[in-house]
């Protein structure tokens, strides 16, 4: 049992250096519920930062965590293996979401190839915890937590967007067409009245989202409750602290600080 714990300690550190603002969600949910969740959610971001090669070796592991087979030692397997067993994990999210990692990384053209990579991706990771999250309600409750994870991924998007070309690709071209941002802008960062149009079409998409999410809240049992809420309160922050910096997302990153995240957290 030892080394079951530390092989979730080990997982909720990635979470926490990767997305802070989802591990400190987790704080809220009782422990067993808290390490599964780090468990999923390192899966999530192991596979989505793997290249072609090691996201084969990924598939091929959770097939064999999927299976009941896998008899390895490295931690992010026995973790997963464990909060699979343990909370009777669905594996479609899991295969949808790897299969996400695998698609051509093309310039998106439309809003609707955005939401879907953010439902394959985010919207997946959401429904992977589901059964983490709750254990009734799950017929009513997985549209809402496909929803929040396909919010949080476009929120991601939105801060982001200056941290590499993979980033920048993923703002469809239509929409900058609609409001007259250039490709040529989008490459060398430019921040004007386009820009900021086009950012905030796709942060409305995002809110309308969170408010999906925020009306299912009730059905969410009370050990859940707070990091749903933690969640819905910290990415829409993320949203607000960028418009208070004029969207100004190519030259600074405007992830939540300590002392915001804790500010947050106190209210909820």
Request: include cysteine; charged fraction near 20%.
């Amino acid at each position: 049992m030892k080394e079951i714990k530390e092989a979730y300690q080990q997982c909720g550190e990635i979470v926490s250096a990767r997305e802070p603002a989802c591990y400190k969600a987790f704080s809220f949910l009782p422990l067993k519920q808290r390490q599964a969740a780090w468990a999923v959610m390192a899966f999530c971001h192991t596979a989505a930062n793997a290249d072609e090669h090691a996201l084969s070796a990924i598939e091929a592991e959770a097939e064999h965590v999927f299976s009941g087979t896998y008899n390895g030692n490295h931690f992010l397997w026995k973790a997963f293996s464990h909060a699979y067993q343990t909370f009777t994990l669905d594996s479609e999210p899991f295969r949808e979401f790897i299969a996400a990692q695998k698609a051509e990384d093309t310039p998106y053209e439309s809003l609707d190839e955005l939401l879907m990579h953010a439902y394959q991706t985010g919207g997946a990771a959401g429904l992977m915890l589901l059964p983490v999250m709750a254990r009734r309600h799950r017929e009513q409750l997985t549209h809402a937590a496909g929803s929040l994870g396909l919010a949080i991924q476009l929120i991601r998007l939105l801060r982001d967007i200056g941290t590499g070309q993979q980033q920048k690709s993923r703002i469809p071209r239509q929409v900058m067409q609609q409001f007259g941002y250039t490709e040529d802008d989008l490459q060398k960062g430019v921040v004007n009245k386009a820009f900021t149009m086009t950012w905030e079409y796709i942060a409305f998409e995002a809110e309308a989202y969170l408010e999906e999410s925020q009306d299912a809240l009730p059905l969410f049992p009370q050990y859940s409750q707070k990091t749903v809420k933690a969640a819905l309160h910290l990415y829409r922050a993320v949203l607000e602290k960028i418009r208070a910096k004029q969207h100004d997302v190519f030259q600074h990153q405007y992830g939540l600080t300590e002392n915001e995240v804790k500010q947050i957290l106190s209210d909820i």
